[in-house]
């Protein structure tokens, strides 16, 4: 248990959280410098994948939050009624089919990024949201019905600027110019769809494919009996 413990605090004090922390406060810079930080964050090794999984689950916790605590006059869900798994898996699925499209088109396509590239990318591509979502909590909860209307447009803001962001990472660590940019991440978006529909209709066979012979064994068993 003594070994357990000083390794935590060996982790705490030592280099590795040091460069943790310093990844993850990379995400305020290449917020503001969307081109110069998508290029460092990649090519320079400024990123980590454990802050990049950091920003995702604040983005994860930020969405539950706002669900649980905003005020319901610009939040009319109902708590009672949120699959809390289920609404974890519609950001985390579109989140891997969006780097696994992105990736499996621009290798066909002479990009450069790899696909934890692609991933780390997004993934500090959604600072903005984790900023600007929280304060938006508590201000949902302090603001009259008629400035409520601030807190959406404080949330589509910056949901625009998180789709900017990944649009400019994906031109640095692909190497693309504007239109290559715009033409893959555009690509990338048909090719989810493609993806989401091969993978529905993989399960709907699955599941046919199940029925049938259940029905076929409840034949045979009546038959015997």
Do not use: Q
């Given at each position: 248990?003594?070994?357990?413990?000083?390794?935590?605090?060996?982790?705490?004090?030592?280099?590795?959280?040091?460069?943790?922390?310093k990844?993850?406060?990379?995400?305020?810079?290449m917020?503001?410098?969307?081109?110069?930080?998508?290029?460092?964050?990649?090519?320079?090794?400024?990123?980590?994948?454990?802050?990049?999984?950091?920003?995702?689950?604040?983005?994860?916790?930020?969405n539950?939050?706002?669900m649980?605590f905003s005020?319901?006059?610009?939040n009319?869900t109902?708590?009672?009624?949120?699959?809390?798994?289920?609404?974890?898996a519609s950001?985390?699925?579109?989140?891997?089919?969006?780097?696994?499209?992105?990736?499996?088109l621009t290798?066909?396509?002479?990009?450069?990024?790899?696909?934890?590239?692609i991933?780390?990318?997004?993934?500090?591509?959604?600072?903005?949201?984790?900023?600007?979502?929280?304060?938006?909590?508590?201000?949902s909860?302090?603001v009259?019905?008629?400035?409520?209307?601030?807190?959406?447009?404080?949330?589509?803001?910056?949901?625009?600027w998180?789709?900017?962001?990944?649009l400019?990472?994906?031109?640095?660590i692909?190497?693309?110019?504007?239109?290559?940019?715009?033409?893959s991440?555009?690509?990338?978006?048909?090719?989810?769809?493609?993806i989401?529909?091969?993978?529905?209709?993989?399960?709907?066979?699955?599941?046919?494919?199940?029925?049938?012979?259940v029905?076929?064994?409840?034949?045979?068993?009546?038959?015997i009996?």
């Open positions: 248990m003594s070994n357990v413990l000083s390794k935590i605090l060996g982790f705490f004090t030592g280099e590795g959280f040091k460069h943790y922390l990844t993850l406060k990379y995400s305020l810079y917020i503001l410098h969307p081109f110069d930080g998508s290029w460092d964050l990649i090519h320079e090794k400024r990123g980590s994948m454990a802050a990049a999984h950091t920003i995702v689950i604040l983005a994860l916790l930020t539950i939050w706002d649980r005020n319901f006059m610009v009319n109902r708590w009672s009624e949120v699959n809390i798994l289920m609404r974890l950001i985390l699925v579109p989140l891997f089919i969006w780097v696994l499209s992105n990736w499996c290798t066909l396509f002479d990009g450069k990024g790899r696909f934890g590239d991933y780390m990318a997004t993934a500090y591509s959604f600072t903005p949201y984790v900023l600007i979502g929280i304060p938006m909590i508590i201000v909860n302090i009259t019905k008629e400035e409520g209307v601030f807190y959406t447009y404080f949330n589509v803001f910056a949901l625009i998180c789709v900017f962001l990944i400019c990472a994906m031109m640095m692909h190497d693309y110019g504007l239109g290559g940019g715009l033409l991440t555009l690509a990338s978006v048909a090719g989810m769809a493609v989401m529909f091969i993978v529905l209709l993989f399960f709907s066979l699955i599941s046919d494919a199940v029925a049938y012979f029905s076929i064994y409840k034949e045979i068993t009546m038959r009996s």
